[in-house]
């Protein structure tokens, strides 16, 4: 299973919703990530879970949070979005952190209305 | 800050020919690279990867050049197929073993028949 499984697909939510994003992974990561990407613009980092532990967070707002229940786990927590954090959100895992491929998700395509 | 980026928004080539896809980097402490590629309503898909002890490496029908001394990576891919038709993005790990993984600009790769 070489899978990053991210749901749900789509997601419209209203700026006063609270929602979660998932992902997860059976390869035995021990490192797993969540990106953002704007149409037509890169991957941007926003945090890193290595060894289930937080070892980066991109200055991301606090209406994001992060949380890793497991090692195959990974879960982003929404709450009070704008409509420009509308976005695709990539989930990714690699076997550590720093010097090993990461596998991508397919993504979570999210509208902020 | 630092980033990464690219010297072509766009690339057009013939089925058949070779692509050249090229990326510079700025931040003189990365030392491993990998070419991701990314169509269309999916996540980045691993291509190849690349640390900074070597200056080219090869897989099927792509390689990897580097040359740190100009700070600049490329991506020759061999008898461009259409299904090679797709964002190509370069990213850099700037963080040692914290998995800081920062992506460039990319490169949209369409491939006439």
């Known amino acids: 299973d070489t899978e990053v499984t991210q749901t749900p697909k789509h997601l419209v939510m209203g700026m006063t919703n609270k929602k979660s994003l998932k992902c997860e992974q059976h390869?035995?990561?021990?490192?797993m990530y969540w990106y953002k990407q704007k149409a037509k613009k890169p991957p941007e980092l926003m945090f890193v879970y290595s060894y289930e532990k937080l070892s980066i967070n991109e200055s991301v707002p606090s209406r994001f949070s992060p949380e890793c229940p497991n090692s195959s786990l990974l879960n982003l927590h929404l709450h009070a979005l704008q409509p420009e954090d509308s976005a695709l959100y990539l989930c990714?895992?690699?076997?550590?952190?720093?010097?090993?491929?990461?596998?991508f998700g397919q993504g979570t395509r999210l509208t902020v209305v | 800050g630092e980033s990464v980026g690219l010297h072509l928004p766009t690339l057009s080539v013939q089925e058949g020919d070779n692509s050249i896809i090229n990326c510079a980097y700025s931040n003189s402490a990365s030392d491993y690279f990998i070419w991701y590629k990314q169509e269309s309503g999916k996540g980045p898909q691993f291509i190849i990867d690349i640390r900074s002890n070597m200056d080219k490496r090869q897989g099927q029908r792509v390689t990897v050049l580097l040359n740190k001394t100009v700070k600049h990576l490329s991506l020759q891919i061999a008898a461009t197929q259409p299904g090679d038709s797709a964002v190509y993005f370069c990213?850099?790990?700037?963080?040692?073993?914290?998995?800081?993984?920062?992506f460039g600009k990319g490169t949209k790769l369409s491939v006439k028949p």
């Open positions: 990714a895992s690699s076997q550590e952190s720093g010097y090993t491929e990461a596998f």
């Open positions: 390869m035995g990561h021990r490192a």
């Open positions: 990213a850099e790990n700037a963080g040692g073993s914290q998995g800081n993984l920062i």
